[in-house]
């Protein structure tokens, strides 16, 4: 077993995500006496929307530690950097190399941390620079998915892939298929599937204990799932089986990662969410059948999947769609494992599961997932590890340190100074140039003021300027000047926005003091953004019998707002009358940078609303 060596992990998963080899390799290696720096996952495919609640605990992992490096345990270090979400964007790269090493290199001389073994599972062009610009003893690559197929966006992976491939001293892969993949560019490749903690499942199989409390109201037999609900999950199949079958409880454990209302409306199907990892022994203990109901596609036929492992350890039998991994495991254990296809195939697979089962076969099971535990697999890796280490220590290949240590500075340096230019270029385009206003230009809509049944006033709430009251003061004054000036009869305030007091309310207030009559004044306090004011102020125009307005509000909110007119109100005639020269956008006096943020809102803003479905 590897001891006293420092050891770098670049994860494709995140400490806190479902337990998985990830976890369980550097907690041992850690154990063993080696220090761990656990690197989190910085991504194989562009963020989006789902991505919002991960982004979240990063950035609330970031601020836990120290520059985002944290303690979890004795010789093991979680570093969540921050970094730009474009994994194939060059200039990406850049900054986050840079991103990196500025927190990395500071830490590795505080921690005299140094000439590591790096154990990359995440085979991405960011991945490929860290292992380049780090004096290294060893480089594993543990390959267990096919990313390529995992996603539209990490198709892009191949060449850097390929590329750590033929670097790495020593390659991992958890199937046979990757297996013949990654062949084609080292020769060093072994089998390694994902195993199980033997230890910990063996323990509460032996013991008694009462089943989980999720379970008690669910009636047996039980066919379980352990894992994330993910789209890999072949939803139609399971829901197929579980309507022939309604005698039968399908109890699903694990994060839902997909959406699930195709299995809601059934009555004996049940999702508990996501359980710690030390509880699932507990949950397939109650189990009277596990399943592996995957999708067969060109991703899943490169997954060796874990619970099979863990299914076994607990002596269950298992049933599965026909994954090459399983049928290639039952080839090594004699089918071991039920494999079916279809609904008619799959509920027969389970109606024999639960007819053959008997204590012989459960032994069998159990013998299978000792012999594929965690203990003895990290034990093989040491042994090609500590092997390959004496290999290079003989060929001396790192005899040429000082070069490499030389070529990093050199093109940190360079680095450093093509940052400096882009940020210098950035600051000048932003911040000293008429761009924004170029950019900003579209969304000013203006076609000045004419006669109208009414005169329609979006608040500001805090809006652009950051405080209560100052837009709103605005746009209230505007439109009092307008009714002044005969241009409508009636003023409709709408904000739902209340800070002490309703922002619809305090802008009524204001056209009180200018002179402005009550009864000509219309109140909607709903609205808390642009869809929802055009919504309900339409409301209000169709109840009076009004079909032409002034529309008042924020220059730059106007182009979203005649996006949702055209959408939802298209019969109202609108006059758009923004407030002239507001205070916020005044070019000389106004913070530029707050005039950013708010003219970049307003783009986002309405990139939000064509995805809704608003505009």
């Known amino acids: 077993m590897l001891e006293h060596q420092d050891i770098i992990c670049i994860s494709s998963i995140d400490w806190d995500f479902i337990w998985q080899g990830h976890q369980e390799i550097m907690s041992a290696l850690a ?79 505080v921690m005299n941390f140094g000439d590591p073994i790096v154990w990359t599972f995440l085979p991405t062009p960011l991945s490929s620079d860290i292992i380049d610009n780090l004096v290294k003893k060893l480089t594993v690559y543990y390959c267990i998915d096919n990313f390529r197929a995992s996603s539209a966006s990490a198709r892009r992976i191949e060449r850097s892939e390929a590329d750590l491939l033929k670097k790495a001293d020593l390659v991992f892969v958890t199937s046979n298929e990757l297996h013949r993949y990654c062949s084609r560019y080292n020769k060093n490749v072994h089998f390694f ?68 209302s195709s299995l809601s409306d059934l009555d004996n199907v049940h999702f508990l969410g996501k359980k710690e990892h030390d509880r699932l022994p507990c949950f397939i203990k109650s189990f009277d059948v596990c399943i ?27 049933v599965s769609t026909g994954l090459p991994e399983i049928i290639s495991f039952n080839e090594r254990h004699n089918n071991m494992v039920y494999t079916a296809e279809g609904a008619e195939g799959f509920t027969g697979a389970i109606e024999r599961a639960l007819r053959e089962d008997n204590s012989s076969l459960a032994q069998r099971r159990i013998d299978i997932a000792r012999e594929n535990s965690w203990s003895n697999s990290i034990v093989r890796m040491n042994g090609l590890i500590e092997d390959s280490l004496l290999e290079k220590q003989r060929l001396n290949i790192d005899s040429q340190w000082m070069a490499k240590l030389s070529r990093f500075y050199k093109k940190a340096r360079r680095r450093t100074v093509i940052f400096g230019i882009v940020c210098l270029l950035i600051y000048v385009i932003l911040f000293k140039s008429p761009f924004i206003w170029f950019v900003a230009g579209p969304l000013k809509i203006s076609d000045g003021p004419r006669k109208a049944d009414a005169i329609v006033v979006f608040g500001g709430g805090v809006g652009e300027t950051g405080s209560p009251g100052k837009s709103t003061i605005e746009r209230a004054r505007y439109a009092a000047g307008l009714y002044k000036q005969q241009y409508a009869d009636k003023i409709v305030f709408s904000a739902g926005y209340t800070y002490n007091y309703n922002d619809a309310e305090n802008m009524m207030l204001f056209a009180l003091s200018e002179g402005v009559p009550r009864d000509d004044i219309t109140l909607d306090k709903n609205g808390n953004n642009t869809y929802e004011n055009v919504k309900f102020t339409a409301e209000i125009l169709d109840r009076q019998g009004w079909d032409s307005i002034l529309l008042v509000s924020s220059p730059y909110n106007m182009a979203r707002a005649s996006l949702v007119y055209r959408k939802i109100a298209a019969g109202i005639k609108v006059s758009y009358t923004p407030v002239p020269n507001p205070q916020f956008y005044n070019r000389r006096s106004g913070s530029r940078l707050e005039q950013i943020k708010a003219i970049l809102h307003e783009y986002l803003g309405i990139l939000y609303y064509w995805w809704k479905g608003y505009i």
């Open 31 to 109: 154990k063993a006496g080696n220090r761990v720096l656990f690197i989190e996952n910085t991504g194989v495919r562009h963020p989006g929307i789902r991505d919002i609640p991960r982004i979240q605990r990063r950035v609330k992992n970031w601020l836990k530690g120290v520059k985002g490096i944290r303690q979890e345990g004795k010789n093991l270090y979680i570093y969540s950097p921050l970094v730009l979400p474009f994994p194939y964007s060059r200039f990406a790269r850049w900054v986050n190399c840079h991103l990196v090493f500025s927190v990395l290199d500071k830490w590795f001389k």
């Open 292 to 318: 592996i109901p995957y999708s067969l596609t060109d991703y899943t036929k490169n997954v060796y999947p874990t619970k099979l492992n863990e299914y076994f350890a607990m002596g269950k039998p298992v």
């Open 193 to 260: 599937p994902f195993a199980v903690s033997y230890e910990k499942f063996e323990n509460i199989r032996l013991n008694e204990s009462a089943a989980p409390a999720e379970l008690g109201n669910i009636n047996k037999p039980i066919v379980g799932y352990v894992g994330g609900m993910h789209k890999w999950v072949d939803q139609p199949l399971i829901r197929a089986v579980a309507r022939r079958r309604g005698d039968l409880s399908f109890v699903f454990v694990g994060p839902i990662q997909d959406d699930i």
